[in-house]
T-cell receptor, first 116, second 109 residues
Framework: DAGVIQSPRHEVTEMGQEVTLRCKPISGHNSLFWYRQTMMRGLELLIYFNNNVPIDDSGMPEDRFSAKMPNASFSTLKIQPSEPRDSAVYFC??????????????FGPGTRLTVT | RKEVEQDPGPFNVPEGATVAFNCTYSNSASQSFFWYRQDCRKEPKLLMSVYSSGNEDGRFTAQLNRASQYISLLIRDSKLSDSATYLCVVKTGGFKTIFGAGTRLFVKA
């Protein structure tokens, strides 16, 4: 089975531009998470979805960040306008919430974002 | 107090050594526990789940102490390839999963 797929793997953009990160969770997983990781703050949960519904977005830093999950196989994280302090690695993770190995999260390879 | 706390290390150990990490959690209602491993510039990967009775996977042993609210990871016969950051993960009620900041391990020849 394919793991969690993220695109792009690397993104370099200028301050003020819109950035869209994409994620395809593992088929059959019904929860999806967006994380941000930096050296200073470690791994931070931004938002998570269950059955395509946002459950907790309290980690989203500010209104410049938005996330959607239009269906079970696709999610986006958008930053508009981007700022240099948004530079980080953004991970998407998914898990199932019932059955064997439920609640074990599987991470995508991440998107390394650099905002200049 | 952080919900999940780990000693950041780094732990520097020679090959063949035994090393142990602890992780404490604050929510007594926490339900599930995991150890993840993260290599430099890579994504976190599940190392093992932690069961109430403790569990072992080769050189790795995980323990849960609910009374004292901590979990531990023991690595025996350390290999160079064990060098990584080890993340403690706790699932509280509902859907929330909390990652610790990680403990860095360096295994040297």
């Amino acid at each position: 089975d394919a793991g969690v797929i993220q695109s792009p793997r690397h993104e370099v953009t200028e301050m003020g531009q819109e950035v869209t990160l994409r994620c395809k969770p593992i088929s059959g997983h019904n929860s999806l998470f967006w994380y941000r990781q930096t050296m200073m703050r470690g791994l931070e949960l931004l938002i998570y979805f269950n059955n395509n519904v946002p459950i907790d977005d309290s980690g989203m830093p500010e209104d410049r960040f938005s996330a959607k999950m239009p269906n079970a196989s696709f999610s986006t994280l958008k930053i508009q306008p981007s700022e240099p302090r948004d530079s980080a690695v953004y991970f998407c993770a998914s898990r199932r919430t019932s059955g064997v190995n439920s609640y074990e999260q599987y991470f995508g390879p991440g998107t390394r974002l650099t905002v200049t | 107090r952080k919900e999940v706390e780990q000693d950041p290390g780094p732990f520097n150990v020679p090959e063949g050594a035994t090393v142990a990490f602890n992780c404490t959690y604050s929510n007594s209602a926490s339900q599930s526990f995991f150890w993840y491993r993260q290599d430099c510039r890579k994504e976190p990967k599940l190392l093992m789940s932690v069961y109430s009775s403790g569990n072992e996977d080769g050189r790795f042993t995980a323990q849960l102490n609910r009374a004292s609210q901590y979990i531990s990871l023991l690595i025996r016969d350390s290999k160079l390839s064990d060098s990584a950051t080890y993340l403690c993960v706790v699932k509280t009620g509902g859907f929330k999963t909390i990652f610790g900041a990680g403990t860095r391990l360096f295994v040297k020849a």
